[in-house]
């Protein structure tokens, strides 16, 4: 029996296996439909991430489509992990949209940082002067957004599968901005040198050197 559900990205990806794999033996959602006995909205929901296939589900189909072994492995890996509860479901009350869920899948995440630094670089010290600046007076509030936080920042050192290349431009004036006094600074900066000798973080920084003044610029240089 199937069942409705919120697709993770992992559930996303293999309702486009699938419908790939169909076009790819040339088959219409109406045929494919009638020769697994099913109905054409169930194929249909299916392949848009609408519905959740049961394993039975999964291996009818390859077999229809005649997926080969090392294929079908693969497919049935992906459909073990595809509707796994994620970590950030437990602060859906932070996290708008579908952004941490890409994060944590992705391979590699690029951020330009004209103003803080990136959030999955802050301490908590240094998160919970940005986010009061924004809230102020709501302490609950604050440490909750603290707190989920600190957990997205797990990402970038999980061992337990390949933590994403982190590659991060920080602006010279976000390092110079007194966020939360010396003292959170100090133990920010700290962080981000601790942070730039993982082997999948490259931090760089846009220094103020490189800035042009307008009165300087070469307007007719400029096509």
């Known amino acids: ?10 559930g996303r990806k293999l309702a486009s296996e699938l419908r790939r794999l169909r076009k790819d033996v040339d088959l219409a ?10 109905s054409r909205f169930k194929v ?5 991430a609408q519905t959740k296939p049961t394993i039975a589900d999964l291996r009818a189909i390859l077999d229809l489509y005649g997926v080969g072994n090392a294929n079908r ?6 459909h073990k992990n595809s509707w796994r509860r994620g970590w950030w479901t437990d602060y859906s009350d932070v996290f708008r949209g579908s952004y941490v869920a890409l994060e944590d899948d992705a391979v590699t995440i690029e ?13 908590d010290d240094y998160a919970r002067a940005v986010i009061r600046a924004s809230l102020p007076g709501d302490e609950a509030v604050v440490q909750r957004r603290v707190q989920a936080r600190s957990a997205r920042r797990t990402l970038l050192g999980r061992t337990d599968r390949t933590a994403p290349t982190f590659i991060a431009i920080i602006d010279e004036a976000a390092l110079r901005r007194p966020i939360g006094g ?9 962080a981000l040198l601790d942070a730039a000798r993982r082997p999948n973080v490259s931090l760089r920084v846009m220094p103020y050197a490189t800035c042009v003044e307008v009165a300087e610029l070469d307007l007719d240089s400029i096509k």
């Open 44 to 48: 249909s929901r299916i392949e848009k």
């Open 182 to 190: 010396p003292e959170v600074m100090r133990s920010q900066l700290r």
């Open 73 to 78: 492995a693969a497919l049935i890996e992906l």
């Open 1 to 10: 029996m199937t069942e409705p559900h919120s697709p993770t990205v992992r």
């Open 29 to 38: 959602v109406e045929e494919a439909a009638a020769q697994l006995g099913w």
């Open 111 to 123: 951020e330009w940082s004209p103003q803080l630094i990136p959030g999955l670089l802050q301490t």
